[in-house]
């Protein structure tokens, strides 16, 4: 059965303090992991795709990366405005078209 | 303007009450998809449809229905409601053509069922 756990569970930084969420995965064939950021209240927003291992991609403050078994999210120097719940989601060979998300990591970054 | 829009935005019913959720979009995309967010637990996937004739089931089907009434509308329908089905849920859409497979959501509907 295919799984994707994160963690930690909640995260709570200073801001300036770096850190890094972890997604792992256990499928039968991985097709594409993808990042979002879901602020309260709100609908997920996607971030990032990264298809294969070795893969990097950056945005402002936000680096994913992705090896065979876990996926990274790098929060560099983070700004209280980088609060959210990070979700990670799987897209595997045998489920093309779906994605199956994780249950989120909760990122609180105080002033 | 938001190309994912979802109505009703809140919605308080009761047991047994059926309630129709809508979702329609701007973004030009064929693929629709229903979630569900409950604490601890992530999305689930309740359907899904790739074009207007296909609708398929996802993870946690039972007790819900859907219509794709066009490309652009996707509706999910709660037949008896009960309180286990309170939750935060998702539309989502992609684009099948493109190959990239990201999903873009709506806002969601926060729904209690007392």
């Given amino acids: 059965e295919d799984q994707v756990t994160q963690s930690p569970e909640a995260l709570r930084l200073q801001e300036g303090e770096s850190s ?14 993808f990042w979002y950021r879901q602020d309260p209240g709100k609908g997920p927003e996607f971030l990032f795709t990264l298809y294969s291992a070795g893969e990097e991609k950056e945005k402002e403050r936000l680096k994913a990366t992705l090896t065979k078994k876990e996926s ?5 120097a983070p700004k209280p405005e980088d609060s959210a719940t990070y979700l990670c989601a799987v897209m ?11 249950a989120g ?7 | 303007d938001a190309d994912v829009t979802q109505t009703p935005r809140n919605r308080i019913t009761k047991t047994g009450k059926r309630i129709m959720l809508e979702c329609s979009q701007t ?8 979630y569900r967010q409950d604490p ?6 309740i359907y899904y449809s790739f074009d ?14 859907v219509s794709r009434q066009a490309q652009a509308k996707f509706s999910l329908s ?11 849920y998702f539309c989502a859409t992609s684009d099948g053509g493109t190959g990239a497979n990201e999903q873009f959501f709506g806002p969601g509907t926060r729904l209690t069922v007392l």
């Fill in chain 2, 78 to 88: 709660l037949e008896s409601a009960i309180p286990n089905q309170t939750a935060l």
């Fill in chain 2, 40 to 45: 601890g637990l992530g999305l689930r996937l």
């Fill in chain 1, 92 to 102: 595997t060979t045998d489920s093309w078209g779906k994605l199956q998300f994780g």
């Fill in chain 1, 20 to 33: 890094s969420l972890n997604c792992s995965y256990t499928v039968s064939g991985l097709r594409g992991l």
């Fill in chain 1, 105 to 111: 990591t909760q990122v609180v970054v105080t002033p």
């Fill in chain 1, 72 to 76: 990274f999210l790098h929060i560099t």
């Fill in chain 2, 27 to 34: 973004k030009g995309h064929d693929r629709m998809y229903w």
């Fill in chain 2, 52 to 65: 207007v004739k296909d609708i398929n089931k996802g993870e946690i089907s039972d007790g819900y229905s």
